[in-house]
């Protein structure tokens, strides 16, 4: 398309921008805020998340991110800083009623600002309809429209590799203003404190695009032929980049001095390193995929059913995009479409060979530039028989994906929750049948609107992107529904349903006692004891890998509690956890088991001598976990006898 023309479709984006961007950031809203009020936990991440800023704003750890009165070290802060206003806002009520709704909020808003990064990423390349028309696309994408709800880091971090990525656009088209570059560094900073050296991917995307470029530059002054590849030069990439060094140094270093400073205010708040836990879990992630690295690549079927799942349901377009970048690239050249081709390249290659796509969350900064280069070749692609081809290919690729997911659910019995784990739906089956009518809905809309495909891709586009959101209400209906424990479907959900139970038993302050590994695996029942607090500040929990015999006095003496704790830990006093112990003068102690747990401390109850063990009380409670997996909690008491 001309983006100049007076008459051809993109003036009529143009004309009416700001108004149609308007309705675009509403629509945005309407569609990420839906689902915002779920009262329990989408997955295992979003309790961590909630619990940490929970006990930054009650704690004051603002540099130092806590857990459960330990230091949570996996990720950088700005994730727990931008939820910290909206835990103000809960706190104004006690943290009661559905605090997850206010502490949802800020990842809505996130991406909202991803949603209009990726319109203006759009218009600069390809005018404002491509802009527009991609946003629309990515606010449809089902992977996009789950991460917008949740309490996580990756949808903060995308909207930071997002504008980041715009900024590099600018540049790179020749804009050098001081705005931009002084965006650029303050985008690159917060992305860096989202998610540590990741954010700079995008940065090297651009080194690498500009590289080429100047290579080609260099081939055609000395009359040579030039192609993508060819061009690749790597010495010649680091002598171009060089020429950009002051820019370079100034978007690279200010991430890493923020970085480096947040560390250093983190060990003198706190007197941890939290340089440690993030390279540990940097390599925990990477080992747990690299050992079988050869056996991945080799089979492509996982890619194909990621690359579906990733951008569902425009993945089947990826194929046709991709091949008119090639022709674009290899007949003309295009610097835009060299600069896309980089950044999705970088981002490719290194959470591919680092993690395998280990989870889909990982791909999520990249579904903005799929959006764009997808809705481009859908809008402004040459209408030939490649295209048709191609086109055909992505319906077909779609549908048989879609129907593929469908089956799955009906078969198994499970709904995706997360798009990595499934709820048990054998139970509730009414309200499975509406949804998947509505998704055979779905195919019948974006059918109709793909016979004409070529006449009018916007009608496919928006007619496609509306139908997928109309799904999503029979989609939620699906889910579990906490009410109380005797009033749930399908059965209590872990968090909730425990700590509603502890209410009851508890006397006083309550300690509560477990092995380690019992809340990393369940972390949402930690952000529930705040019910349990009795509005005096922030309970821990006791996580200890002592013997039976210990715990069971730690039950029947709490107040050993603080002793516990310090024989594990010689620099106890470091702790918020610790404190608490010391500090707390505890009536009543319950101790938390899973079924694996209750294997070793069973075999030690039964041995006890019959006037103790009277006096120990086991009860079961049967729970989903935030793993979407059927769990069995035992809850042991010790009660002594009057």
Aim: net charge positive.
């Amino acid at each position: 398309m001309n983006y100049d023309s007076m008459h051809g479709p993109d003036y009529f984006y143009q004309k009416n921008w700001r108004i149609l961007l308007g309705l675009l950031l509403i629509f945005s809203f309407a569609v990420s805020f839906y689902g915002i009020s779920l009262n329990y936990f989408y997955d295992i991440d979003e309790p961590k998340y909630a619990r940490a800023v929970y006990e930054m704003f009650s704690q004051g750890h603002f540099f130092s991110p806590m857990f459960d009165g330990m230091p949570r070290m996996e990720k950088p802060p700005l994730t727990y800083w931008v939820m910290y206003p909206f835990a103000w806002l809960a706190s104004l009520n006690g943290f009661g009623s559905n605090t997850l709704f206010i502490l949802r909020l800020p990842t809505v808003l996130c991406s909202m600002l991803v949603v209009l990064a990726t319109a203006l990423t759009g218009k600069k390349m390809f005018g404002p309809a491509t802009g527009l028309l991609a946003a629309l696309m990515l606010q449809s994408s089902v992977l996009f429209k789950f991460m917008s709800v949740m309490m996580k880091v990756d949808i903060v971090f995308t909207c930071c590799v997002t504008w980041a990525t715009y900024c590099y656009l600018l540049r790179y088209l020749g804009d050098k203003r001081k705005i931009v570059s002084i965006s650029g560094a303050v985008i690159t900073t917060l992305g860096v404190l989202a998610k540590g050296p990741f954010a700079f991917l995008p940065l090297a995307g651009y080194v690498l695009a500009e590289g080429i470029r100047c290579n080609v530059r260099a081939k055609h002054e000395a009359d040579q032929s030039a192609s993508f590849l060819s061009s690749i030069n790597v010495s010649g990439i680091i002598s171009n980049a060089w020429k950009e060094r002051k820019i370079l140094l100034l978007w690279s270093t200010t991430g890493c001095i923020a970085f480096a400073l947040w560390l250093y205010a983190a060990w003198v708040n706190s007197g941890f390193d939290y340089s440690q836990g993030l390279v540990g879990q940097f390599f925990l992630n990477t080992s747990t995929t690299s050992s079988k690295l050869f056996e991945k690549l080799s089979r492509l079927d996982p890619y194909f059913d990621t690359l579906t799942v990733i951008f569902f349901p425009w993945g089947g377009y990826v194929f046709g995009a991709v091949y008119g970048i090639w022709k674009s690239i290899k007949e003309k050249f295009d610097e835009k479409y060299v600069f896309m081709t980089c950044i999705f390249l970088v981002y490719l290659l290194t959470f591919t060979l680092l993690f395998k796509l280990k989870s889909n969350r990982y791909m999520l900064p990249v579904l903005p530039i799929l959006s764009i280069i997808v809705c481009d070749w859908l809008v402004n692609a040459k209408r030939d028989k490649s295209y048709s081809t191609f086109f055909e290919m992505g319906f077909i690729w779609l549908c048989s994906m879609g129907a593929m997911l469908a089956y799955r659910s009906f078969k198994a019995m499970k709904v995706s929750v997360n798009l990595a784990d499934g709820v048990p739906v054998h139970q509730y089956m009414d309200t499975m049948i509406p949804f998947f009518l509505a998704f055979a809905c779905f195919f019948a809309v974006l059918l109709v609107v793909s016979i004409k495909q070529a006449e009018r891709p916007v009608l496919h586009i928006v007619g496609g992107a509306l139908a997928i959101v109309a799904v999503m209400p029979f989609y939620y209906r699906t889910l579990p529904s906490y009410v109380s424990i005797t009033e749930n479907r399908p059965m209590p959900i872990m968090g909730q349903a425990l700590t509603d139970g502890l209410k009851d038993i508890a006397i006083g302050n309550m300690l509560v006692l477990h092995r380690p590994f019992f809340i990393k695996a369940f972390p949402d029942i930690v952000y529930y004891f705040k019910k349990l607090d009795h509005g005096q500040g922030c309970m821990y929990s006791l996580g200890s890998s002592a013997s039976p015999l210990e715990m069971l006095q730690a039950l029947a003496t709490p107040k050993n509690a603080a002793d516990l704790f310090k024989s594990e830990h010689h620099d106890a006093e470091k702790y918020p956890a610790y404190k608490y112990f010391k500090e707390t003068k505890f009536n009543s102690a319950v101790m938390l088991l899973s079924a694996h747990d209750y294997i070793e401390f069973g075999s030690f109850i039964e041995k006890l001598p019959p006037q103790i063990k009277d006096m120990i009380v086991v009860e079961d409670l049967n729970t989903l976990s935030v793993k979407w997996v059927t769990e069995q909690i035992k809850i042991v008491r010790f009660i002594p006898k009057q």
